[in-house]
């Protein structure tokens, strides 16, 4: 009976567990489609760097989002041209942070090469990261990677 009642309230805490992190998902997931809907202040930016000879074209497209000074949204479009051996191929990538108080809560990322296109959603909370959905064992460690690129790149914007 005793074993019984042990695995029933580890079920117990497991599924709130679980519950709270898909609340906190979802919560996240409202936020971002509210920046995504909003009016707020728009700036955009691009970057051309043409390297022949390296067989390399990239055309960058930088665009935020911005209410007062809290920062909403960044997005880094990436459209990238390689050319080697008479073979050229291309590729878009884009990462895009989304920001609550000025505190990252999630980031999405893509990368797209001919038909094959890769799509990575990582959320935070509180300063960490909370789910992810890039199942890698180089995971967790992009997580901090944009964690940390978010933090550094908000001292930058935001003074």
Same mark, same amino acid.
């Given at each position: ?13 497991? =599924?709130? +567990? ?7 998902? /979802?919560? #996240?997931? &409202? ?6 809907? %909003? ?52 590729? =878009?990538? +884009? ?7 000025? /505190?990252? #809560?999630? &980031? ?6 001919? %038909? ?44």
């Amino acid at each position: 009976m005793k074993t019984h009642t042990f695995f029933i309230i580890v079920f117990l805490m497991i =599924t709130k +567990s679980y519950s709270q992190e898909t609340s906190k998902i /979802k919560d #996240i997931d &409202v936020i971002v489609n509210t920046i995504n809907q %909003s009016n707020y202040q728009i700036t955009r930016d691009t970057i051309i760097l043409d390297k022949p000879e390296y067989g390399l074209k990239t055309k960058t497209y930088l665009t935020m989002k911005v209410d007062k000074n809290q920062l909403k949204k960044y997005e880094n479009l990436v459209y990238t041209t390689m050319s080697l051996d008479g073979n050229s191929r291309e590729m =878009t990538t +884009s990462t895009t942070f989304y920001y609550n108080e000025n /505190k990252l #809560i999630k &980031v999405e990322e893509y990368m797209m090469e001919g %038909s094959n296109k890769k799509v990575m959603d990582w959320y935070y909370f509180e300063d960490k990261p909370l789910y992810y959905t890039l199942k890698s064992e180089k995971a967790e460690g992009r997580a901090k990677l944009l964690l940390s690129m978010s933090e550094a790149m908000l001292k930058q914007i935001i003074k």
